[in-house]
């Protein structure tokens, strides 16, 4: 066949193929991508428990105070098989361990302290900590975000300066509701707090929080004189 000779009608059929082929990857990339919602679906429906503290500082007391206990224990422990006199104190906790009557205020002061630091161990071991940080929700799998409760405060304090008849805005941000008190020198108040309410809620929809927190508006007069 010449090349001045016309081509066969049926190798018309690429652009056919050209469309399967792009609708081949079009389909593999939705499948590396996966949908808006698979990627936020993380088993508990994009909510994140509270950040855990790593408690260095108990930690880090508790430790030395038991290490200081047990090294001067095991010494004088060592110094007694070396034929030595044990120290004072040990024989002094001995006799006063034997003869010092259970309902004694000495015997009860320090069975109530060791209780205590106790109670504050295990509170410490199962509570998560970090009260500042606000758990963000997630969008990615395994990726954890967490938001300051005093930055996100400053974030709804400057939305709260934008709305008209704000003269000053007092922000607290919890654990479960975020708390505004304003100063309004114009307008009525009811319109302040109202506008107020659709600003700072806005704004707490957009800090992409995973609990949405409850939220307080109260709005009045500035002082005379």
Sequence with gaps: MSDDE???ADTR???T????AEATDTADGAARSGPPEAATDTGDDGRS???WSARRVPAAVV???LLAAAGLLLYDVAAVRAHHSSMAWRRRLAHEL???PLDSTWVLGAAALAVVLGIWLFVLAVTPGLRQVLPMRRSVPDVRA???RAAAALVLR???MEVAGVQSVRMKVGRRKAKARAVSHFRELDEVRADLDVSLGEGLRQLGLARRLGLTVRVRRPKKG
């Design 6 to 8: 016309p081509r066969p």
């Design 13 to 15: 059929r690429l652009p």
């Design 17 to 20: 193929l050209d469309k399967t």
């Design 49 to 51: 428990g509270r950040f």
């Design 63 to 65: 430790a030395l105070l």
């Design 98 to 100: 034997a003869t010092r």
């Design 146 to 148: 967490g938001l300051d």
């Design 158 to 160: 400057d939305r709260a």
